[in-house]
Structure formats: structure tokens, C-alpha cells
């Protein structure tokens, strides 16, 4: 290897496994000819690659933090780094003899501080006389007894979350995105280990941040153990392929965690059938692959196979169950329309709770009309609408009169598209409600961000919506600043405390004049 990487005057690698097979040689550095861990024969946070590199190097230094991270990335059983000596290069009975001038030793420790360490320059017989098997040996029962303590009483997703800053967005904006993006994982069940954030001026196309970016997060998740890498955003298939081959690990989007969410929640057989279409509808377009076991099919040079194969297989039978899914809610949708009729045959006013995720419709429901739906400081705690029947006093004939209060699915910021599509059965109730009552959890930091939220994504409804009252919730865990902001900007809208039941005989007399407003119009 010295003799070659003199003569090119470039640094070189070799790979070996434990067998002491050389199973790949390159030119370049560590970091420039690296293994994807995708690709190495064995990986995970309780173990090493089982592979060893030995490289050349023309500058006689000890290895760089370059060469290191590529070695942690790649989890190698160890790195030699051998410094040429810059010259004496002969030849000798046919044969090629370089000189090397000083030789390192480098390999991961299982230290939560340490990543790594570098021996001291030694020369070539004492690193030959090395037991490397035994070192290996070593190392990985420390790797596992620091993994199997990591593990105990751990049965969700350990999860490494990042976020991506770009100029279209403002931080605060950002900051408040990444924060529900956290709130999402752990109502998923997954406790977020870490946070990573980069600023950029738009998203790489490939890996969504930057080379150096991808390679912190390699590193970040080996050494705080995480097996899941959550982005605050929708990635694409390529990107979560590309990722995942660099980073070794599960990466998921937002909205993969949003429909895990929905398919943990959904208790009815409407709620579990739309969630089963959002979640197939999401994996369609990530069905992607090439070789034996997923070969393409088609006509022309590179794409002829043996008859049907299994990425063709899946997608046809992913496609059918769609068609079938599509065809239930169709009837799922049909039905509602019937029973919607039936109730303004029966001149029954109707109002839909709308707002944003965890704003409290729930409880709000529950308090008014003894539900008794289920409800939780979670998002996405209640998934299939519910309608009840609430006791007004009509406020010109002041007589007692039945409206229905029908609690809704709760938005969120850019609602994932299959998830919109999936839940139109659901949404319906809000498009053919006569009015609808938009609650508005006060408490929340962004709760300003969240109306407008709101009200966009009613406004991207196919009808338009009848009259809407706007109720604020949680008033009891906000400070006066806060209140007196809100009643200054919405001057019209009822502040109360659906859990503390303050300010509901208020909101049950606008609820009347609502309802008589919108059927006399």
C-alpha cells in the first residue's frame, strides 16, 4: 500500500473483514471511499462492522477528525493510518517496497463523552503484533452491555429529531413547527433524545440538509442510541433513501408520524377504513427498488424480467385494495348524506366544533352534552366524529329547542394531503353543518398561527362553510396580557373553560343566536 501511494502520490484504502479477506480498495481518503452503512454486512448501535480499513496518508499527522468520523460512521472495527515517509521509494528482486514513517491506531470506545481514540505514533512490528480479534471482542461486550442499559424499560421509538430553517419560513415560525413536530412523536409513543436544526437557504435536493449535516446526524444517533430519525417536514422517496443509506437508520417524515398517530387512535370501522386508505395512498409512490427480488418491468434494454415481479406484485395489489378502500368510503360517504337528510327532514339545526388539534373539542363536547368521549392532553387524541344532542333556548321564542353539536377531527398545519383525501367522509360534516363553532386553544404559545391554520384549510373546503363563532378555550391557563390581546383582536368571540366549565351558559346563549342566524339566512 506505501509503495502504491507513493508512486501515485495519492492516499489509498483498504478494506478488510475478520476472515482477513480484502473485500474493497479505493483511492482517497477514509471519507471519500467509506462503505454506506447500508451497505455493510452487519450494523446497529450494540455492535461493529466487523470490517477493518487501512489507509495511507502523504502528510505525516495523526489521523484528522475527517478520517475519524468515517470511521464512526461506518462503526469499523478499527482504522490504521499509515504516514509515508515522502521518498526512499526502490525496487527490489521485481517487487515494489514503500517506506512508512509512523503508523496509528484508531477505534471507537463505548463512552458517552468519547466517540474514539487514537494510539500514539508506533511503528510497524508493534502494530502487527496487535490482536485485533481480541480488541474487537472487547469492544463490542462493552458496546452491548452500554446498549442493553440504554434499552431497559424502553419500549418505544428512540427517536434523533431534525429540523430544517430555510427563508421562506420565520424562526419563530420554525421553532413552533419543530415543537409540534416533538409533540407528534411523543403522542406516537417515541421519546425525542436530541434536537438538530440547519439553517439553509433552500432544502438540498438529494439529502434535505447538507453533506457535513447527514454525516452529524450519523453520528449524533450512534452515540445517543437512537433507532429512528424523525424530519420535521415531508421528504421524498429518493431523499428518505438517500438518507437512510448514509445515516444507517429508519428515517421518517411529519407525516409518517401523523398517520401512525391516526392508526393508533382510530376506534371505529369508518376511522380505521380512512386510515388504512391514508396510510396506503402515502406508501404507493415509496414502493422503489431494483435488483433480483424487485425488478422492474417494461419494454426495452435493462427492463425485461421473468414474468411478474414483486415491486409490480405489491404495487398492483396496493392499487386494488385503493380502489376497494376508495369504493367504501364512497358508501361511507353516502351514507352520512342520509343520515344528514334524515335530520333536516326533521328541521334538526346542526353546528360542527372545529379547531386545531388538542384545542379541547373533545372535553368541550363531553361538559355540554355528557358525551363522554375520550380525551387526553394528546394530539390527535379523538379521531371519529361524534354527535350529540344539545338543549338551547331559542332567542326570539324562548323555548327550549335541540341542536346537534357534532365534534370534528382537529386540524393541523399543513394537513398531509392522503390524510385530507382519506377524511373527506369526515370533513363533509363540517361543509354540510349549518354553522360551525372554530375553539381555539388560548393557552398555546402559537395560537394565533393556529387560527389562521384553521381558517385556511376551511377555506380550501369544496363548500363553503355556514357562519362560524369563535370560542376561546383554556382561559384558565393563560395570563391577563394574553386574554386582553385576544378580546382586543377578536372583539366577537367567547372566551371559557371547558374543563373548569366557566363561561358555558354564555357560550350556550351565542350557540342560540347562531343557530337562529344561520337558518333564518
Request: aromatic content about 4%; some cysteine; glycine content about 8%.
Amino acid at each position: 500500500m506505501a509503495a502504491i501511494s507513493t508512486e501515485i502520490n495519492q492516499p489509498t484504502c483498504v478494506y478488510v473483514n475478520r476472515r482477513g479477506q480484502v473485500i474493497r480498495v479505493g483511492v482517497g481518503t477514509p471519507g471519500q471511499t467509506q462503505i454506506p452503512p447500508m451497505e455493510l454486512p452487519r450494523y446497529g448501535a450494540e455492535r461493529l462492522s466487523g470490517i477493518r480499513c487501512l489507509s495511507t496518508q502523504l502528510k505525516s499527522n495523526p489521523p484528522g477528525d475527517a478520517m475519524l468520523t468515517a470511521m464512526a460512521l461506518q462503526r469499523l472495527d478499527a482504522l490504521v493510518v499509515l504516514t509515508l515517509s515522502g521518498g526512499g521509494f526502490e525496487r527490489r528482486g521485481g517487487g515494489a517496497t514503500g517506506y512508512v514513517k509512523e503508523t496509528y491506531l484508531a477505534h471507537l470506545v463505548p463512552h458517552p463523552e468519547v466517540s474514539w481514540t487514537v494510539s500514539p505514533a508506533i511503528g510497524l512490528e508493534e502494530l502487527a503484533n496487535q490482536d485485533f480479534l481480541d480488541l474487537v471482542e472487547n469492544l463490542e461486550t462493552e458496546f452491548r452491555r452500554e446498549y442493553v442499559a440504554r434499552q431497559v424499560d424502553l419500549n418505544h421509538d428512540r427517536v434523533l429529531l431534525v429540523g430544517v430553517l430555510t427563508d421562506k419560513v420565520s424562526p419563530r415560525r420554525f421553532q413552533d413547527g419543530l415543537s409540534e413536530v416533538a409533540r407528534l412523536v411523543e403522542t406516537a409513543g417515541g421519546e425525542v433524545l436530541e434536537t438538530l436544526t440547519q439553517r439553509r437557504p433552500r432544502l438540498h435536493p438529494q439529502t434535505v440538509v447538507g453533506t457535513g449535516k447527514v454525516q452529524e446526524i450519523a453520528l449524533a444517533a450512534q452515540s445517543i442510541g437512537a433507532n429512528l430519525v424523525v424530519f420535521d417536514r415531508d421528504l421524498s422517496p429518493a431523499q428518505v433513501r438517500n438518507l437512510e443509506m448514509q445515516i444507517g437508520i429508519r428515517v421518517v417524515d411529519r407525516t409518517e408520524v401523523i398517520l401512525d398517530i391516526f392508526a393508533q387512535r382510530a376506534q371505529s370501522g369508518a376511522g380505521k377504513l380512512q386510515v388504512e386508505l391514508a396510510q396506503l395512498e402515502y406508501m404507493l409512490p415509496r414502493l422503489t427498488g431494483r435488483g433480483q427480488a424487485m425488478s422492474r418491468l417494461g419494454g426495452g434494454i435493462g427492463t425485461r424480467g421473468p414474468g411478474e415481479t414483486k415491486l409490480e406484485t405489491e404495487r398492483r395489489a396496493i392499487q386494488r385494495r385503493i380502489a376497494r378502500l376508495q369504493q367504501e368510503v364512497n358508501q361511507l360517504q353516502a351514507h352520512r348524506a342520509r343520515l344528514r337528510q334524515r335530520r333536516q327532514h326533521q328541521e334538526v339545526p346542526s353546528i360542527a366544533v372545529v379547531g386545531y388539534t388538542n384545542a379541547g373539542k373533545s372535553t368541550l363536547l363531553n361538559v355540554l352534552t355528557n358525551a363522554e368521549v375520550y380525551t387526553a392532553d394528546q394530539l390527535f387524541a379523538t379521531l371519529d366524529p361524534t354527535t350529540r344532542r344539545l338543549l338551547i333556548v331559542d332567542p326570539v321564542t324562548q323555548q327550549s329547542q335541540s341542536i346537534l353539536l357534532t365534534d370534528t377531527v382537529g386540524f393541523i398545519h399543513e394537513l398531509p394531503p392522503p390524510l385530507v383525501d382519506a377524511f373527506r367522509a369526515t370533513l363533509e360534516e363540517v361543509t354540510e353543518a349549518d354553522a360551525l363553532l372554530h375553539l381555539v386553544d388560548l393557552s398555546h404559545p402559537a395560537w394565533q398561527s393556529q387560527i389562521r391554520s384553521v381558517m385556511g384549510i376551511l377555506s380550501e373546503m369544496p363548500i363553503a362553510p355556514g357562519p362560524i363563532l369563535l370560542a376561546f378555550n383554556k382561559i384558565d391557563q393563560v395570563d391577563s396580557d394574553t386574554l386582553l390581546l385576544a378580546q382586543e383582536e377578536f372583539p366577537q368571540a367567547v372566551f371559557i373553560s371547558a374543563s373548569d366549565r366557566f363561561g358555558l351558559e354564555t357560550l350556550r346563549q351565542r350557540l342560540s343566536h347562531l343557530v337562529h342566524y344561520a337558518v333564518v339566512s
